[in-house]
């Protein structure tokens, strides 16, 4: 998983609730995919590793923030939305955005700690 090349956090726990943030494309070693499919798997891929680190799943997440560099590509980004979510699926916002160079989308999480069984 990449690491933030600025002064940030890749996820933050407040209480039950996991911020992680936004996450692009940029595979493990620096380099940027060509095209939407390969950034959003990458990005989706890297969201995994936050997760996982943080001892969740994809399950856990109740909303997502997605940003594209142009809305355009939003309905093929439904279709990989939906390979890698099920239903219930998390809450969404999407936006058109200026991303960083090169990127196509970004995509910022928010996951609930699960309770332990028998509490309240």
């Given at each position: 998983?990449?690491?933030?090349?600025?002064?940030?956090?890749?996820?933050?726990?407040?209480?039950?609730?996991?911020?992680?943030?936004?996450?692009?494309?940029?595979?493990?070693?620096?380099?940027?995919?060509?095209?939407?499919?390969?950034?959003?798997?990458?990005?989706?891929?890297?969201?995994?590793?936050?997760?996982?680190?943080?001892?969740?799943?994809?399950?856990?997440?109740?909303?997502?923030?997605?940003?594209?560099?142009?809305?355009?590509?939003?309905?093929?980004?439904?279709?990989?939305?939906?390979?890698?979510f099920t239903p219930p699926y998390?809450?969404?916002?999407?936006?058109?955005?200026?991303?960083?160079?090169?990127?196509?989308?970004?995509?910022?999480?928010?996951?609930?700690?699960?309770?332990?069984?028998?509490?309240?």
């Amino acid at each position: 998983m990449p690491r933030p090349p600025a002064p940030y956090s890749s996820a933050r726990r407040a209480g039950d609730l996991l911020y992680v943030s936004g996450q692009l494309g940029f595979h493990p070693d620096g380099t940027l995919p060509e095209g939407l499919d390969a950034q959003t798997r990458q990005a989706l891929a890297n969201l995994d590793a936050v997760l996982t680190e943080h001892g969740l799943g994809r399950g856990d997440v109740v909303k997502c923030q997605v940003f594209l560099a142009s809305i355009a590509d939003w309905s093929a980004l439904n279709s990989l939305y939906e390979e890698y979510f099920t239903p219930p699926y998390p809450a969404r916002s999407a936006f058109g955005v200026q991303l960083h160079p090169g990127a196509l989308v970004e995509i910022e999480a928010i996951a609930v700690y699960p309770r332990p069984s028998g509490a309240s």
